[in-house]
């Protein structure tokens, strides 16, 4: 930089490619509540992104796709429901609407609060899930499947092309009444004490 003010040339600013800057704009309120609120069939889906040393990575986003339990793909029209009132931006809402996106917090933890999906053509019943995180050029995909459906996953190409110890990355735990619990590892410790999750290639 030029000399402005006489002390000399400043220190050139570090070259940054990629954020983090998830956390500003991106995240809305409630943009974990994608099933109606207070619906009784609403399941808690958690889970804390980790890298490769095994640290919680606190500044990731992840987003949420899925069908409804009806098996549609269609939610409700646009991802963010507005307060008639106020017009802001609000999670809470009386209908269903398959998409939902959040931050992790400082320990790296998710929550997101969902109906269980059905089945689609060609697939086990699921949801979709987009990564963003520091330090990723590209987002990463991957899915989560449920404990509920196992007689469906044989069936499934993804999971049946995986090896047995692969698909299990894959696969939410029962983790209390109504609550799954699914960690995302970005990379495999060099201890092996965790398997890295099965990410997608999309061409």
């Known amino acids: 930089m030029p000399d402005t003010d006489g002390r000399g040339p400043l220190a050139p600013t570090p070259a940054q490619t990629i954020g983090p800057f998830f956390g500003h704009a991106l995240p809305h309120p409630g943009g974990g509540l ?16 980790c890298d490769g040393a095994g640290a919680p990575v606190p500044d990731a986003l992840l987003e949420f796709w899925q069908a409804g339990p009806d098996g549609s793909p269609a939610g409700a029209s646009g991802s963010l429901r507005r307060d008639r009132a106020t017009g802001e931006a ?8 398959g998409f939902g996106r959040v931050p992790t917090d400082a ?3 998710y929550a997101v609060r969902t109906l ?12 979709a899930v987009c990564v963003h995180a520091r330090g990723l050029l590209h ?15 044989a069936a499934d190409p993804l999971l049946a092309g995986l090896p047995g110890e692969r698909a299990r990355t894959l696969l939410a735990r029962l983790d209390g009444p109504g609550r799954y619990r699914f ?20 061409g």
Not at 116 to 126: C, E, K, T, W
Not at 139 to 153: I, K
């Open 34 to 49: 994608i099933a109606p609120e207070g619906h009784p069939d609403a399941v808690t889906v958690h889970g804390r992104v």
């Open 183 to 202: 960690d995302v590892q970005l990379q495999q410790p060099a201890d092996g004490s965790a398997e890295e999750t099965v990410f997608l290639a999309f």
């Open 116 to 127: 269980l999906p059905a089945g689609s053509p060609g697939a086990a019943p699921h949801l």
């Open 139 to 153: 987002h990463l995909f991957t899915r989560v499947y449920f404990p509920e459906h196992a007689a469906a996953h």
């Open 90 to 97: 609000s999670g809470r809402g009386a209908v269903f609407t």
């Open 107 to 109: 320990d790296g933890r």
